[in-house]
């Protein structure tokens, strides 16, 4: 089991940056793939962006592509969220997931259900 802890949410205006990160602990960080996902409010938990083990394999949604990065530092158990030129629609809780331990572990993944562990989230509120 993965423990994950989100930080970095807050409130801002529409065209600003900010980082989420996510702490994990528990089994070893390099073994699997990582994945962000977000919920907004009276919606479905949808995918954001998933990273390979190695940080060697991005992928990205479509919504948020060329203005989000996701990024790991294996040596401190940690996967990033840099998010750029925010948009009213990103705001949302958002989550990091660890992969499903197994054959598949270090393979990033758009699917929600293919994650096992589940941080308790961060709130990002863009305002216009």
């Known amino acids: 089991q993965v423990r994950l802890v989100e930080s970095g949410g807050g409130l801002v205006q529409a065209g600003v940056s900010l980082r989420l990160s996510c702490a994990a602990s528990?089994?070893?960080?390099?073994?699997?793939?990582m994945g962000w996902f977000r919920q907004a409010p009276g919606k479905e938990r949808e995918f954001v962006a998933t990273?390979?083990?190695?940080?060697?394999?991005?992928y990205y949604a479509d919504s948020v592509k060329g203005r989000f990065t996701i990024s790991r530092d294996n040596a401190k158990n940690t996967v990033y969220l840099q998010m750029n030129s925010l948009k009213v629609e990103d705001t949302a809780v958002y989550y990091c997931?660890?992969?499903?331990?197994?054959?598949?572990?270090?393979?990033?993944?758009?699917?929600?259900?293919?994650?096992?562990?589940w941080g308790q989230g961060t709130q990002v509120t863009v305002s216009s």
């Open positions: 997931a660890a992969r499903n331990p197994g054959f598949y572990a270090q393979v990033p993944s758009t699917q929600s259900r293919e994650y096992d562990d």
């Open positions: 528990g089994r070893t960080f390099s073994n699997y793939a």
């Open positions: 990273i390979s083990w190695n940080g060697g394999i991005t």
